[in-house]
């Protein structure tokens, strides 16, 4: 029997061996194919994933994203529950649904550290100079150091840059949060001070020139001789005679300013703050939104240079409103607000090379949605119907019923009939609660207070009283006339937005907003100020500082 054997190492026949040669080929090739793409993907997602983790400080770095225009903006006094409230009146006045935000939810960062200096709770000239200087400084001081000495501001810096610049508010232009990036102070209120940095070439200030080129807001007064009816000046100083301003003081020069070529331009629409928003005269006064609209348009217009601007605006009037505990004063400032965020984010959608950061330097009047101080266990509820039927500022309301109360002594005083002129006032003022405060079950108590007045008694005094009687309607609180120490909300949009996420020190804002101008602060302080001495002072007094002499309810007098 002949036995066949199969030998595996006998040679294959030609084609056989040409195709398993080419099949290891291939076999060998996509093999190394199939390696050096898995590769190629690792290296692409790892560099996505560090690009992703790092590429902010990389942008920052290398500068790829520096905003060319920066708007800075300040709701003063606007604390956390303030946002609250005004987003939950927001919702009822315009009749939407629960879940509509605010213009400035939508660009929520993070938040700021108010601490100053010396003290855990801040004022407005320590809060303002930590974002103007970039550093914390005593309460009081505005643009100093610790050490009282001038801190260049980041306006300055923009000005330095060739920058134009600009600061819109409806308080006095020399009031703490404009003052502090316009000039340099030991005590905010020395205001008659602050107003000369405006005019270095009537003040002779060495080494210094005009910093501003567009100011809108209030506080004629602080530029004008005392000689003059609306003057609280204490010297007879005329800051506009020589100006280099264009002057404006009304609303119609205000529509009508051109947009080009009018810098330097300085609109100051009333002698003290502008009014709050529940109690302006749109015939008269401009609103915050249409000053920030002015200024934009004449800023953006007016940068021949190519060099961009640097813009504050602060809604001045929302910390005011609850230092006298208010709430339909501070609503409606806070809907002022969110109107002025609207108008400044549709010109960073148009014009995107843009950058704006909206802070509060601190909390006002530690505001609580929720005042049920009954011994039964509380209904969790606030009513904002209550605010919006609030026609008049309490400090408005309070004048009003003030002149009614010296009208009724003065007719009696001419010898009319007592009863008759009583009952008369006494029905004046219930109808004039009902119709200006909304309020239709004043108690007997609340109008003793408000028709018998003790000695003592000040217009503030009866302003808070009608103020405790909205807010108790509303079922909110206030524990302060003054500041807080919460943190507050820290918004931003545009161009860098993202260097702003997380908590920050309200420092570190004024420092990160210093890198972007690309400015050395430090420097410019060391130029500017190195020699420079504040006016001396006698027996350790302010001489620069004038009381207001007007009916508006001040706050912050420490006279």
């Not at 601190?362 to 005042?371: F, Q």
Request: glycine share 6%; aromatic share 12%.
């Amino acid at each position: 029997m002949k036995v066949t054997y199969t030998y595996s190492y006998l040679p294959l026949r030609n084609e056989e061996f040409n195709k398993e040669r080419r099949q290891r080929y291939l076999r060998r090739r996509y093999g190394l194919k199939r390696r050096n793409i898995r590769s190629l993907f690792t290296f692409v997602f790892t560099f996505l994933g560090l690009l992703f983790i790092f590429g902010d400080k990389l942008k920052e770095k290398f500068n790829f994203r520096k905003p060319k225009n920066i708007i800075f903006m300040v709701s003063d006094g606007f604390g956390p529950t303030s946002e609250t409230f005004g987003r939950t009146y927001y919702q009822y006045v315009n009749n939407y649904t629960y879940d509509q935000i605010t213009p400035l939810d939508k660009i929520l960062v993070g938040q700021s550290r108010t601490r100053s200096y010396d003290s855990l709770i801040t004022d407005s000239a320590a809060g303002a100079t930590a974002f103007s200087c970039g550093l914390k400084t005593f309460n009081y001081g505005i643009a100093v150091d610790p050490n009282s000495r001038p801190c260049a501001t980041l306006l300055e810096g923009a000005h330095d840059k060739g920058m134009l610049t600009g600061i819109v508010v409806t308080s006095r232009i020399t009031h703490a949060t404009p003052g502090a990036f316009l000039g340099h102070a030991v005590n905010r209120n020395e205001e008659d001070f602050i107003a000369t940095w405006l005019a270095p070439n009537i003040t002779s200030n060495p080494n210094y020139d005009r910093q501003v080129d567009l100011l809108f807001g209030g506080g004629l007064c602080h530029f004008i001789p005392s000689t003059e009816k609306d003057s609280c000046r204490k010297d007879n100083l005329n800051l506009l005679e020589k100006t280099e301003y264009t002057f404006i003081d009304n609303r119609f020069l205000f529509d009508n300013l051109n947009e080009t070529d009018v810098l330097p331009v300085m609109g100051l629409f009333t002698p003290d703050h502008m009014s709050f928003e529940i109690d302006r005269d749109p015939e008269k006064e401009p609103a915050l939104w249409e000053m920030a609209d002015k200024a934009l348009k004449i800023l953006s217009k007016s940068d021949k240079k190519k060099k961009g601007f640097f813009l504050l605006i602060e809604g001045s009037r929302i910390d005011m409103a609850a230092h006298g505990n208010d709430p339909a004063a501070h609503a409606n400032d806070i809907l002022a607000y969110y109107k002025t965020i609207e108008v400044v984010k549709k010109f960073v959608d148009e014009n995107p090379n843009t950058l704006v950061v909206s802070v509060s330097d601190h909390e006002t009047g530690g505001l609580a949605l929720g005042y049920q101080p009954n011994k039964v266990y509380p209904k969790y509820i606030w009513y904002p119907e209550v605010v919006a039927k609030v026609k008049k500022s309490t400090n408005k309301i309070a004048q009003d019923i003030e002149n009614l109360i010296n009208s009724n002594k003065n007719n009696r005083n001419n010898g009319e009939d007592d009863d008759g002129g009583n009952n008369e006032l006494y029905d004046q003022t219930v109808n004039m609660i009902s119709k200006i405060m909304g309020i239709n079950d004043v108690t007997e108590d609340e109008l003793k207070y408000i028709l018998e007045p003790k000695e003592e008694r000040k217009t503030q005094d009866l302003a808070n009283y009608l103020a405790k009687m909205v807010s108790h309607r509303a079922k909110i609180a206030w524990t302060t006339h003054g500041h807080s120490g919460a943190d507050v909300n820290l918004y931003a949009y545009g161009k860098n937005a993202k260097l702003f996420r997380g908590s920050k020190e309200n420092e570190d804002i004024g420092r990160i907003l210093e890198k972007l101008l690309e400015t050395d602060l430090k420097e410019l302080t060391e130029r500017h100020f190195s020699n420079y001495e504040f006016p001396k002072k006698e027996n350790n007094t302010i001489m620069f500082m004038s009381k207001p002499k007007f009916e508006e309810i001040h706050y912050h007098q420490n006279l």
